[in-house]
């Protein structure tokens, strides 16, 4: 059974710092998600990683992936309030999209 | 990008009742919709993969005659609580993929928030 943790479950930082959530998985897999929730609301697509080694950026976020580690991280550079919400991680080892979520971490910014 | 909708955004009903929620895919054909469902404060667990013309394949621990799930057309998918106990209150949200065009992304609607009373 595959199994998704994410530390830290829950992150309160300062603007302005750094700061870097991991997503460790239990399975083989060379397909991870990162997404975002804010309260209340569905998810919203932040990053998608295919490939061994694979980096993406996105504004002040950067997400990669190290398939052999079966480790992925969100790293979070200069936080602003704006970017507080639950972060998950999602793995897919079958290849078609049936993906197992993270236990999420939220993150609060603190002005 | 894609465009997923759930209707209704907020259900409140009696237990007993069945509520039925419906998962829309706006310009894109969905081979295939998840359903998920997410407790307050934890993460989504998938309940079942619904293909378009075929039965839904319901995860393990998912009461399929509980949760009725129907993928009619490749942009209509319903998932009905029947019988709906206080325990069913969760979020519920759906996601669809299209394999026709082939996408690495499953776009996720808002979400429904079922309360029973």
């Known amino acids: 059974e595959l199994k998704v943790e994410q530390n830290p479950l829950f992150l309160s930082m300062q603007e302005g710092k750094n700061y870097t959530i991991y997503c460790n998985y239990s399975?083989?897999?060379?397909?991870l998600y990162w997404y975002r929730q804010d309260p209340g609301k569905s998810l919203e697509s932040l990053f998608v990683?295919?490939?061994?080694?694979a980096v993406k950026q996105e504004g002040r976020l950067m997400a990669s992936l190290d398939t052999k580690a079966r480790l992925s991280t969100l790293h979070i550079t200069a936080a602003v309030h704006d970017l507080s919400a639950t972060y998950f991680c999602a793995v897919d080892i079958l290849g078609y999209q049936k993906v197992t979520f993270g236990t999420g971490t939220k993150l609060q910014v603190i002005p | 990008g894609a465009v997923v909708s759930q209707h209704p955004s907020w259900v409140i009903c009696k237990s007993g009742t069945s509520v039925k929620i419906e998962c829309r895919s706006l310009d894109f054909q969905a081979t295939t919709m998840f359903w998920y469902r997410q407790f307050p404060k934890q993460s989504l667990m998938l309940m079942a993969t619904?293909?378009?013309?075929?039965?839904?394949?319901?995860e393990q621990g998912v009461e399929k005659d509980k949760f009725l799930i129907n993928h009619a057309s490749l942009t209509l998918s319903t998932l009905t609580v029947t019988s709906a106990h206080p325990e069913d209150s969760s979020f519920y949200i759906c996601?669809?993929?299209?394999?026709?065009?082939?996408?690495?992304?499953?776009?996720f609607g808002p979400g429904t928030r079922l309360t029973v009373l």
């Open positions: 996601s669809a993929i299209s394999r026709l065009v082939g996408t690495d992304t499953q776009y």
């Open positions: 990683l295919l490939s061994n080694g």
């Open positions: 619904s293909n378009e013309g075929s039965k839904a394949t319901y």
């Open positions: 399975t083989t897999s060379d397909r």
